[in-house]
């Protein structure tokens, strides 16, 4: 992967808008951008985006290569539970505690 500069203040989808301190982009141009990257690469469909780079029903399984290179963290509280998350992140940390409730009795 390119390594992505620091923000310059400017939007990063190239509009030439102000962003605010410390952001890439004027507030909703990240999701046009990845929309408009999307269409542009492919087909506009995110099954496209998968089968151009392996994955899918044959292939990759996306899922555990995001935990694999460790951009995902499995929940890993449960066995077997499919929840994941950005390592360390606060919607990671309130899925796990949903395992400590009592689950009925
Ligand atoms: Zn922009
Ligand atoms: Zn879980």
Redesign the pocket.
């Known amino acids: 992967m390119t390594e992505i500069p620091a923000p310059t203040g400017e939007?990063?989808?190239?509009?030439g808008?102000d962003a605010r301190p410390g952001n890439y982009?004027?507030q909703g141009?990240d999701k046009?951008?990845e929309g408009d990257l999307n269409a542009l690469y492919h087909g506009d469909r995110v099954v496209q985006r998968l089968v151009d780079r392996g994955y899918g029903p044959g292939g990759h399984n996306l899922h555990q290569a995001a935990i694999d290179v460790g951009v995902r963290e499995a929940c890993g509280v449960v066995e077997g539970c499919p929840a994941s998350g950005r390592p360390g992140s606060a919607e990671l940390r309130r899925h796990r505690a949903t395992h400590t409730r009592p689950a009925g009795s």
């Open positions: 939007c990063f989808c190239g509009c808008s982009f004027r141009h046009k951008a």
